[in-house]
């Protein structure tokens, strides 16, 4: 008879020390439960914790000393910043002399877990790790309740102060709970997608996947693989059975970006899983029973397209059972200074800064500029002066130029042959968006695949764009 035994595989930790005889104390106190790892140099260490998830990083305090500040001493927050940016909530445990126990102490206060100082004592590493370990416990089980107590309250990063905004919220809010398509229809970069997790969030499968497929972005031949899978065999390349997104979010939310570019063959496997709750895999005959709740995303008007026979009408009126317009930046101008604040807070966390707020002078800017990239510009803009900025607030200096002479892009209106505003607005856009795309291209120097990715939009978008404003890539070579 044969005996499978299942082998339960250890957590690891890293030991990073010149010191071999502190490595070895560690090795010794912790390995019946751990395997350890080890570095022996700086470098090394956090080469190895970028290829890994350790449960704790036992650090020497010397391998933090390379850093200093103005007045010469060790910056260990600087230090650390290189395993925060890999791994923002690992547990770093400093290890140092007793003769370092000040410099110890200031390295917990610039961001790590814990100290110790050597010659270790066993029981005083079985207490640091035990402690963290339930501290993680009692953190996750708060969060926890936290979720599951938040439900009426508004996610960070989507507080406002817009009429629109605060409709579209409340229809997310009143959406969410039910098992209802939603299609999400706004220019890019409003948000679809942080609405999308929105409401899988507060709806009764938050616990279940939230799978997100970016249509436009997976070639026509590859979308119905991607989408709902396929049996070994059924295409060159096909060396075994896949699952598709939609199997992997049995139960949960899938959350179709771009729903306008899917392919005709695709559409009809789609109104199949809307319709039925089965699908087929490519290739395959059976079919299989899936309960996914489908929020679909566009920047097209696909009620236009459906009549124009380019998108199905049954398959449009079954994702747009329930509609949500997400309004443009420009149209909502009174969450611009709240937004660029939220994205200087969350800088804050990424990088070793502490800025503080905004100009009021590029407040006032941005409040003027008419946003063709919407939110996923603003916060483009705003990393980049982040990055720039020296002083304790975002300055003038690190936005682009134009910004602050927006009034040249249209010139001034003459009382005796006055532009609709819709039209002076359209002009504004499309200007902007051409300096915009001639500056991106300029600093990638023409290659699309980068240019594309920092700007938040697919290569096919990218080059739909510069065919629509007369560019070339080549010109920026």
């Known amino acids: 008879m044969l005996i499978r035994v299942k082998v339960m595989s250890r957590k690891h930790i890293l030991a990073a020390s010149a010191n071999q005889a502190l490595i070895e104390s560690v090795r010794a106190c912790l390995e019946k439960d751990f395997k350890v790892d080890v570095a022996t140099d700086r470098r090394t260490s956090l080469e190895m914790f970028r290829r890994k998830r350790y449960e704790f990083t036992f650090l020497d305090i010397g391998f933090l000393k390379d850093e200093a500040n103005a007045a010469g001493r060790p910056n260990f927050k600087e230090a650390l910043l290189p395993f925060w940016q890999a791994f923002p909530s690992a547990d770093i445990i400093v290890l140092s002399p007793p003769s370092g126990i000040r410099e110890a102490v200031a390295a917990v206060k610039a961001g790590a877990s814990n100290y110790l100082?050597?010659?270790?004592?066993?029981?005083?590493?079985?207490?640091?790790?035990e402690s963290l370990g339930e501290m993680h416990k009692i953190e996750s089980e708060l969060l926890h309740?936290?979720?599951?107590?938040?439900?009426?309250?508004?996610?960070?990063?989507?507080?406002?102060?817009?009429?629109?905004?605060?409709?579209?919220?409340?229809?997310?809010?009143?959406?969410?709970?039910?098992?209802?398509s939603v299609l999400l229809t706004g220019e890019t970069g409003t948000g679809k997608g942080v609405m999308a997790r929105l409401i899988h969030a507060h709806s009764n499968r938050a616990d279940k996947p939230f799978i997100a497929v970016h249509c436009g972005a997976i070639p026509d031949t590859l979308l119905e693989s991607e989408l709902f899978g396929h049996e070994k065999g059924a295409f060159t390349g096909a060396i075994r059975r896949k699952m598709g997104k939609f199997q992997i979010a049995d139960?949960?939310?899938?959350?179709?970006?771009?729903?306008g570019t899917i392919s005709a063959a695709a559409q009809i496997k789609l109104l199949q899983v809307l319709q039925e709750k089965t699908l087929t895999r490519v290739g395959g005959e059976a079919s299989t029973e899936v309960d996914v709740r489908i929020v679909a995303a566009t920047n097209m008007d696909?009620?236009?397209?459906?009549?124009?026979?380019?998108?199905?009408?049954?398959?449009?009126?079954?994702?747009?059972?329930?509609?949500?317009?997400?309004?443009?930046?420009?149209?909502?101008?009174?969450?611009?200074?709240?937004?660029?604040e939220d994205f200087v807070e969350k800088f804050n966390r990424t990088y070793n800064k502490d800025i503080r707020g905004l100009d009021p002078e590029v407040i006032e800017a941005l409040v003027r500029y008419p946003w063709p990239g919407n939110i996923r510009e603003l916060e483009n803009l705003v990393e980049r002066a982040y990055i720039l900025e020296k002083e304790p607030i975002l300055t003038s200096h690190g936005f682009p130029v134009e910004l602050f002479t927006m009034e040249t892009l249209t010139g001034p209106a003459r009382p005796d042959n006055v532009t609709p505003l819709a039209e002076v607005r359209q002009k504004a856009v499309e200007q902007a968006e051409k300096r915009y795309l001639r500056d991106l291209l300029t600093m990638n120097k023409g290659r699309i695949d980068k240019s594309a990715a920092l700007a938040g939009v697919t290569p096919r978008?990218?080059?739909?764009?510069?065919v629509k404003h007369g560019l070339h890539k080549e010109d920026f070579r």
């Open 117 to 129: 100082t050597y010659p270790l004592d066993p029981h005083e590493v079985c207490f640091v790790t």
């Open 145 to 180: 309740l936290r979720d599951t107590a938040w439900r009426s309250d508004v996610e960070t990063g989507l507080r406002t102060r817009s009429p629109k905004m605060m409709e579209v919220l409340e229809k997310v809010m009143s959406v969410a709970p039910t098992k209802t």
């Open 251 to 259: 139960g949960g939310t899938i959350f179709l970006d771009e729903a």
């Open 302 to 340: 696909l009620g236009r397209l459906a009549e124009e026979r380019v998108f199905r009408k049954d398959l449009f009126y079954r994702l747009n059972v329930f509609p949500i317009v997400l309004p443009p930046l420009r149209e909502r101008p009174e969450d611009i200074a709240l937004l660029a």
């Open 461 to 466: 978008q990218l080059r739909n764009l510069l």
